[in-house]
């Protein structure tokens, strides 16, 4: 007989309860957390904040609240890189791991909380020699190197705001979120290893400083030994900055509601939000969060979050939640397709793909977290890949990004999870600095695809067109009262910040997801509804890609549509109309898709651009998307009683079969 298959071993609407093992060493193994929570929201969160942070002045309120806007922690004093740092090296832990780092080259670098507390304390020093002080802002844009959590915790420490910028953003997306911040000073690095090479950062950032006024001083950390040009005066290495200065840089006391970071995200317009997040409430939500949702025993867990820090799942579960629980974690500077050192002198098609289960037997990984479009490429990959490792370290697993399909999960349980650990599948935003919605892992039975319940706190409700809310069935997500990592605000924009997540809805915070509430309660993410895709997890805007489009000199009009996608969840494809003079050919369709690779960074690539006559439009002129989505996902065609002209589809599904575009 053969081997049982997945689909034998589970079957649909099965759920998951963890082993009567976990749940007797769970940190939460009954409901007395959403008891507490439930009885006494603001009691509940200020207890909290005095567990997981140490705060110089305690705090007098724990909640101002005034739609929007939400004050945590009022009259506390704190610094955030102090909690990440200092006390657990005041308690002892100096020489416990913080990162155990792997570049991708194979290269690797241990580094206890004492070395990084110095190494912190040096950079901010650095900073200050160079002029950066508490309220400025500095934009970091970096590789997955122990330097870029560093630059991050020595603004905190300074309480200089800090902006990272995902390092396959573009020049001109530099360029706009660090003017839109005026940050004075920009950390960055030669480049950084990606795919086996190294892959050029500095280069993008001086193209981007000709039109920055506001940058003082750029700082340079040597990750790949690359040609880079320095400009005198501007340009400091990283090494000389900190060889120079001293390891003695005394915390600054921030108030709970200054600004800890600014990252900007894509919404529906053009332009992108500089979402404000500040240091009590967000400190308190996150390491609150990774202790209870991984169930971090610090002491001897290895945690491994596998974002880049570029997103906000790197600042609040690599970087802060991580560090303020003096976990030990894993970070990987590369993609989980480059194979070891040993395997690459072979021919490619020999390579195992199978590095990121190397890493877990190797440190002994006990949590993992990362996104169901990773998780689909390893399906894709074979079982065979994790099968060659031993995995039984991993406790409990987490999936993070966009819905997750139950046959990924089941994946996932099976050939990773060994069919024991817990899956946290946790639906969150860069707005809400951390988990929402997740289940504890000690607590709540899972269903494949469904992130379960709110988590204690947290107030949820899924609502109908009118804002009534939805007992069982589909709607729109709605947070019904504040937390204490939610934003602040949009950078320069309060007006934008109430039009786009408090107005929709009265007395709600709109998320922008929909979302459907089966008949025991469990929440099932349904992705956005707004004209925001979601391509590998990361937010990009529909407009924002068609005016990258209609940017180039030949393209007269555009509108860009999300496509499913079996991997990366969607895919981008661009509809676009040439200006007269223009002759449709693979090379402009090719030219095209390039262009918005060069204005926005190649994660926005469109993965197809059909050249057509003409858009489908209403009679009033609005292009009909929806029919756009059945053309690129091969669908018949939706209702076209609405369009201006019925024919213009013939055409278009013509030319897109002929597209240039990705394979
Ligand atoms: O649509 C939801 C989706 O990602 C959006 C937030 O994107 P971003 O701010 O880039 O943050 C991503 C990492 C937190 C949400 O509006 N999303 C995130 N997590 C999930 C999810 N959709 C379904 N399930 C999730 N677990």
């Not at 290269?107 to 304390?121: G, H, M, P």
């Not at 330097?147 to 396959?168: D, N, Q, T, Y």
């Not at 867990?301 to 596998?306: F, G, L, S």
Request: with cysteine.
């Amino acid at each position: 007989m053969s081997e049982p298959t997945i689909e034998d071993y589970y079957h649909e609407e099965r759920t998951f309860q963890p082993s009567a093992e976990f749940v007797a060493a769970a940190n939460a193994g009954d409901r007395s957390l959403y008891d507490e929570a439930n009885t006494d929201l603001a009691a509940f969160w200020a207890r909290q904040a005095r567990e997981f942070v140490t705060w110089f002045r305690d705090f007098d309120t724990p909640l101002e609240w005034n739609l929007p806007d939400a004050k945590w922690f009022v009259g506390g004093t704190l610094n955030v890189s102090y909690n990440c740092l200092d006390r657990h090296v005041d308690a002892g832990l100096g020489e416990r791991v913080a990162f155990h780092w792997e570049g991708e080259p194979g290269d690797t670098r241990t580094i206890t909380y004492a070395e990084l507390l110095d190494s912190v304390a040096r950079f901010a020093n650095g900073l200050k020699s160079l002029g950066v002080r508490r309220g400025d802002r500095v934009a970091i844009y970096m590789p997955m190197i122990p330097e870029l959590p560093m630059a991050m915790l020595a603004c905190a420490r300074l309480g200089a705001a800090h902006s990272v910028i995902f390092g396959g953003f573009s020049p001109d997306s530099i360029r706009d979120r660090v003017n839109d911040a005026e940050a004075v000073c920009v950390i960055t690095a030669d480049a950084g290893y990606r795919r086996g090479a190294p892959s050029a950062l500095k280069e993008n950032v001086d193209e981007a400083l000709a039109d920055c006024p506001s940058v003082t001083s750029v700082v340079v950390v040597n990750r790949c030994d690359t040609e880079v040009t320095m400009a005198e005066g501007r340009d400091h290495w990283y090494h000389d900055l900190v060889a120079a200065a001293s390891a003695d840089c005394p915390p600054e006391h921030m108030d709970s509601e200054d600004l800890l970071y600014l990252l900007y995200t894509s919404g529906t317009t053009a332009k992108p939000k500089g979402i404000m997040h500040t240091t009590g409430g967000y400190l308190t939500q996150v390491a609150f969060t990774h202790h209870y949702t991984f169930d971090l025993k610090a002491d001897r867990d290895v945690y491994w979050c596998a974002a880049d820090c570029g997103w906000v799942t790197g600042h609040s579960y690599i970087v802060y939640g991580p560090l303020a629980n003096a976990a030990t974690s894993v970070m990987y500077e590369g993609t989980p397709d480059t194979p070891r050192a040993e395997f690459r002198a072979g021919a490619r098609g020999e390579w195992p793909k199978d590095r990121f289960w190397d890493i877990i037997e190797r440190y002994g990984v006990t949590q993992l977290y990362t996104a169901p479009t990773a998780i689909r490429t390893f399906m894709k990959w074979g079982a065979d890949e994790p099968a060659r490792h031993d995995l039984s370290t991993l406790r409990v697993l987490g999936t993070v990004g966009e819905p997750i399909n139950p046959e990924a999960w089941m994946w996932y349980h099976a050939h990773i999870g060994g069919g024991t650990c817990p899956i946290v599948d946790t639906w969150w935003q860069t707005e809400t600095g951390g988990h929402m919605i997740a289940p504890l892992p000690g607590v709540v039975s899972t269903k494949p695809g469904s992130a379960t319940f709110a988590l204690p706190g947290i107030g949820v409700e899924v609502v109908d067109d009118h804002g009534v809310p939805v007992k069982h069935g589909g709607g729109y997500l709605t947070l019904t009262q504040p937390w204490p990592a939610m934003l602040r605000g949009i950078w320069g924009d309060p007006d934008r910040y109430r039009a786009t997540y408090w107005s929709e809805y009265e007395g709600r915070y709109f998320a922008g997801d929909g979302a459907k509430v089966d008949e025991d309660g469990y929440l099932w993410l349904l992705g956005r509804v707004d004209d925001v895709m979601n391509v590998s997890g990361h937010r990009i805007s529909t407009t924002e890609v068609e005016s990258a489009l209609v940017d180039h000199p030949a393209v007269a009009e555009a509108a860009v549509v999300g496509a499913t996608d079996e991997t990366t969840g969607q895919a981008i494809v661009g509809y676009v109309i040439l200006r007269g003079g223009h002759d449709a050919s693979d090379a402009l369709g090719e030219e095209i898709r390039q262009h918005v690779a060069k204005k926005l960074g190649p994660i926005a690539r469109p993965k197809q651009v059909v050249l057509v006559p003409d858009l489908p439009k209403t009679r009033s002129g609005k292009i009909m998307r929806r029919l756009l989505r059945d053309v690129a996902e091969g669908r018949t065609l939706g209702d076209t009683t609405t369009l201006a002209d019925p024919n213009v589809f013939d055409e278009i599904r013509r030319r897109a079969a002929g597209a240039s575009g990705e394979d």
